[in-house]
């Protein structure tokens, strides 16, 4: 189940109903954390919960349902900047309302996927494969299950980009190939023939992700080696 980015003020606008659809969208990410399914769901929940803060702050109002006029300022990081158009108190009592539920309800499902995801990342590792380059926004990942003796192999690259005072980092994976594993394929061999194979790359730094349980896959174990791999390029920084 989803929750759109604007649940709070799409369609009624009423504290019992709003307190269900957050409830039973609460439940859905409960279950799948139950199933150590991470993402989208704990993405999601810190992109509500911010919402909510920023809103209660007084600093934007995500009014897609009410009359409204875009404000000057840009479009940014998902958050629509509006200009209240309607003077509704009795709207907006009931809207805090939900918002002061909704908060704290949105805090606990975050500790928990916080939680699961320190205990799928201690169970991880990422470590280079021969020598590194100097030139690291650009390179190879292989990310392995054992005892599972496939390997998928991306090529990666990393974007910085700047908003405002703050500087953020982007990856980019794409599927390269699977190989499998054996004592003639080691990953050293691996990378070889990657080299021999792209000569774009002569040196590619190379970081082979492995995890000592199985996890699924798409929802939890490649998130979790994209972002362990953007924090290790950014320490190297």
């Known amino acids: 189940m989803d929750l759109k980015p604007n649940w709070l003020t799409e369609g009624l606008i009423d504290f019992e109903y709003k307190k269900y659809v957050l409830l039973a969208y609460l439940q859905s990410v409960q279950q799948a954390f139950g199933r150590v399914e991470l993402y989208p769901f ?4 810190i992109m509500h919960y911010r919402n909510l803060e920023t809103i209660r702050e007084g600093k934007t109002l995500l ?12 479009i940014s990081n998902l958050e629509l900047l509006y200009k209240k158009a309607v003077a509704d108190d009795d709207l907006m009592q009931e809207i805090e309302s939900i918002i002061e539920f909704a908060l704290p309800k949105f805090k606990n499902s975050l500790d928990e996927g916080s939680y ?9 590792e990422l ?5 590194t ?18 390997t998928d192999i991306y090529r990666y690259q990393l974007s910085v980009f ?3 005072a703050d500087q953020y980092r982007g990856l980019h994976l794409s599927w390269h190939s699977t190989e499998m594993r054996s004592l003639s394929n080691t990953y050293e061999s691996m990378k070889v023939r990657l080299i021999r194979q792209h000569r774009e790359l002569p040196q590619p730094t190379t970081y ?7 996890f699924p896959y798409q929802n939890t174990l490649l998130p979790v080696a994209k972002r362990l791999l953007i924090k290790y390029l950014s320490k190297a920084a």
């Open 42 to 45: 704990l993405s999601d929940l």
């Open 63 to 74: 009014a897609s349902a009410f009359p409204k006029e875009l404000s000057p300022e840009k």
């Open 116 to 124: 699961v995801y320190e205990y799928v990342e201690s169970q991880c």
């Open 127 to 131: 470590t280079p494969i021969g020598l």
């Open 133 to 150: 380059s100097l030139y690291e926004k650009e390179g190879y990942l292989f990310v392995s299950q054992p005892p599972q003796t496939t």
């Open 162 to 164: 700047e908003h405002g």
């Open 208 to 214: 082979l992700f492995t995890s000592k349980l199985v």
